[in-house]
């Protein structure tokens, strides 16, 4: 990579040399070589320098396109993924919901007498502390 770059510098720095000397030489003689050539390459030269100038000033709106084009993208993957994170929730409260034992709970009595006579007693109104005077 090295030697090209520096093989492609050698070369331009060979050309523009080449190109002093030979206008050197036309000031010398005091006559143009291949005054046709010329010509058409300053034409040539103009539509390239108008050509990078068009592209100079369509280059300058890449950057903002760019932003919005990935805001935009951002923004429909946050919306993608949120869509499926939502099914993926769904799903799992499905599954919970098909193995779990409370799916269909309906309340029974109880079989513990203990629990049958603290719920007797707080339906009964009485309170044993306040009936034996202490209060705690």
């Known amino acids: 990579m090295t030697l090209l770059a520096a093989a492609i510098f050698s070369l331009s720095l060979v050309g523009i040399i ?3 000397v030979l206008k050197q030489q036309e000031l010398k003689r005091g ?3 291949f005054p ?3 010509l ?3 034409k040539r030269a103009m539509r390239l320098k ?3 100038l068009a592209a100079r000033s369509d280059l300058s709106k890449v950057p903002p396109l760019m932003v919005r084009t990935g805001r935009t993208l951002v923004h429909d993957a946050a919306l993608t993924s949120a869509g499926i994170a939502r099914a ?3 799903g799992a409260y499905r599954i919970a919901d098909l193995v779990s034992h409370k799916r269909h709970f309906e309340r029974r009595e109880t079989r513990s ?3 049958k006579k603290v719920a007797e007693h707080k339906s009964s109104g009485l ?3 306040s009936e034996d005077g202490h209060n705690t």
Do not use: I, N
Request: hydrophobic share 60%.
């Open 40 to 42: 058409q390459a300053d």
């Open 50 to 52: 108008e050509l990078a």
């Open 88 to 90: 993926a929730e769904r």
């Open 113 to 115: 007498e203990f629990l």
């Open 31 to 33: 006559a143009v070589f």
């Open 18 to 20: 080449a190109l002093f």
């Open 36 to 38: 046709d050539a010329r």
């Open 127 to 129: 309170d044993t502390a």
